[in-house]
């Protein structure tokens, strides 16, 4: 598929829903693209193509998880899940950031998994603002690990977040 046949198919299979989570907010909901077997295939060759020659692909809590795992998959790779805080048992290493309106952690754990001069590439399904990508970023570089790349389903470009992860190449399968 050429880059244009899978942005209007990430874009068909979208649903937006107006006023959510607040007034004036027009949420994209992937659930539709994820449940389509043909979309969910397309969209996972697309992102693989990102991640080829990594160690690791890295999926952001929670639907990342879904897409990072599917890749790791196409890949014959495992899949690193990068968890909300306080959902793994210690030790872990985490990563605390800020949001709009508060902070996040994030983590892994810290042992039972070698990071160390791995090639992770971060797997998500949605690229706002940056912050959680940018900390997840922060979070494997810490634990010795290289980041080559991310890759997203979606980009919302009005709120910057590809600026947030420079240098980072960052590929998104759609930007609105």
């Given at each position: 598929m050429?880059?244009q046949?899978i942005?209007?198919?990430?874009a068909?299979?979208?649903?937006?829903v107006p006023?959510?989570?607040?007034?004036?907010?027009?949420?994209?909901d992937?659930t539709p693209?994820l449940?389509?077997a043909?979309g969910?295939?397309?969209v996972?060759?697309a992102l693989a193509e990102?991640?080829?020659g990594?160690?690791?692909?890295?999926?952001i809590d929670?639907?990342?998880f879904?897409?990072g795992?599917?890749v790791?998959l196409?890949l014959?790779?495992?899949?690193?899940?990068v968890?909300?805080?306080?959902?793994?048992?210690?030790?872990?290493h985490?990563?605390?950031?800020?949001l709009e309106y508060?902070?996040?952690?994030l983590?892994?754990?810290a042992?039972?998994?070698?990071?160390?001069g791995?090639?992770?590439v971060?797997?998500?399904?949605v690229l706002a603002t940056?912050?959680?990508?940018?900390?997840?970023e922060?979070?494997?570089?810490?634990?010795?690990?290289?980041?080559p790349a991310?890759?997203?389903?979606?980009?919302?470009?009005?709120?910057s977040?590809?600026e947030?992860?420079?240098p980072?190449?960052?590929?998104?399968?759609?930007?609105i």
């Amino acid at each position: 598929m050429t880059d244009q046949d899978i942005s209007m198919l990430v874009a068909s299979l979208m649903r937006e829903v107006p006023d959510f989570p607040e007034p004036g907010i027009q949420f994209k909901d992937l659930t539709p693209l994820l449940a389509d077997a043909h979309g969910l295939a397309k969209v996972t060759d697309a992102l693989a193509e990102t991640a080829e020659g990594a160690d690791l692909v890295a999926g952001i809590d929670a639907r990342g998880f879904l897409l990072g795992a599917a890749v790791a998959l196409r890949l014959g790779i495992g899949v690193l899940a990068v968890r909300k805080g306080g959902k793994l048992p210690p030790p872990v290493h985490s990563e605390t950031y800020q949001l709009e309106y508060g902070s996040a952690t994030l983590e892994l754990p810290a042992d039972g998994i070698e990071l160390d001069g791995r090639r992770i590439v971060i797997i998500d399904d949605v690229l706002a603002t940056g912050g959680t990508m940018a900390a997840t970023e922060k979070l494997l570089r810490r634990c010795g690990a290289m980041v080559p790349a991310a890759a997203v389903v979606l980009e919302l470009s009005a709120l910057s977040g590809r600026e947030v992860l420079e240098p980072l190449p960052v590929t998104s399968l759609l930007m609105i």
